[in-house]
């Protein structure tokens, strides 16, 4: 599907607790559908850029797929995000962004295609 736009919400660091969630959803239709969320007992875990850490992140256990959690669980997680802004607003401007985004790159592109030529 053309409309579908995956992203990966940095991580939210909770206001309670020491570790960190990074969820996984999609931009489809207007809304926002979480695909699934991993918590880090560590923050540094879910933050840290190094080679180790990418591969901690990989081999951590990822959690259910979130259309397998009870339901009420599944509202409370869509509730706690909405309230940090992952939200509709967010699935509707998200392809918008990412299409004009394409656009500069491409124009970009072109223009540093087109210097290179014209030498």
Excluded at 28 to 46: C, K, L, S, T
Excluded at 82 to 92: T, W
Aim: aromatic fraction near 10%.
């Amino acid at each position: 599907m053309e409309d579908d736009q995956a992203f990966d919400d940095e991580a939210a660091e909770p206001a309670k607790g020491p570790g960190a969630l990074s969820v996984e959803c999609t931009a489809q239709d207007g809304a926002i559908i979480i695909d699934n969320v991993h918590y880090y007992a560590d923050a540094n875990q879910a933050f840290a850029t190094t080679p180790e850490a990418s591969h901690a992140r990989v081999d951590a256990y990822p959690g259910p797929s979130f259309s397998t959690l009870d339901e009420d669980l599944q509202v409370l997680m869509e509730q706690y995000l909405e309230e940090r802004g992952i939200s509709q607003g967010l699935a509707v401007f998200t392809p918008d962004y990412i299409d004009y985004k394409e656009q500069k790159e491409y124009q970009r592109w072109l223009k540093s295609v087109k210097g290179f030529i014209d030498l």
